[in-house]
């Protein structure tokens, strides 16, 4: 079974132009918070990210880390804010897409939509 598959021209067409540039990000800073509503998903180019909750404590729950090929932000996207913190762990590369355009990739391109949706759940 292939790990990947051809893209369908209409899914390069939309691919193209959904990404909207590139992001350095630097180790320590904070890439998302839990709670805020941001405008952009991010896909990891380079370096390591964790994600992770606040405790009423005032520590931090790591949930898991984010590595190269990771999409990042898709959970906020989809409940409406962020459920969780993303903070870089070394100096990071980010691919950048807009929020906005979320919805025309599920409504347009369910098949790719799927398969983001898939890898973003891993």
């Known amino acids: 079974m292939p790990v990947f598959r051809a893209f369908e021209s209409q899914e390069l067409s939309f691919v193209s132009g959904f990404k909207k540039g590139e992001l350095a990000v630097e180790k320590g800073a904070t890439v998302l918070v839990e709670g805020s509503h941001s405008a952009h998903l991010y896909t990891v180019l380079s370096g390591w990210a964790f994600r992770y909750k ?27 804010e962020m459920q969780h913190s993303v903070e870089a762990l070394s100096p990071m590369l980010l691919c950048v897409f807009e929020r906005d355009q979320l919805h ?3 409504r ?15």
């Not at 009423?56 to 409406?80: A, C, E, K, V």
């Not at 347009?108 to 891993?122: E, K, Q």
Request: no cysteine.
């Open 54 to 80: 606040l405790l009423p404590d005032g520590r931090r729950q790591i949930l898991n880390y984010s590595i190269p090929g990771d999409l990042i932000g898709l959970q906020g996207s989809l409940m409406g």
């Open 108 to 122: 347009n391109h369910p098949g790719l939509a799927y398969d983001i949706t898939w890898i973003a759940s891993r």
């Open 104 to 106: 025309e990739l599920y």
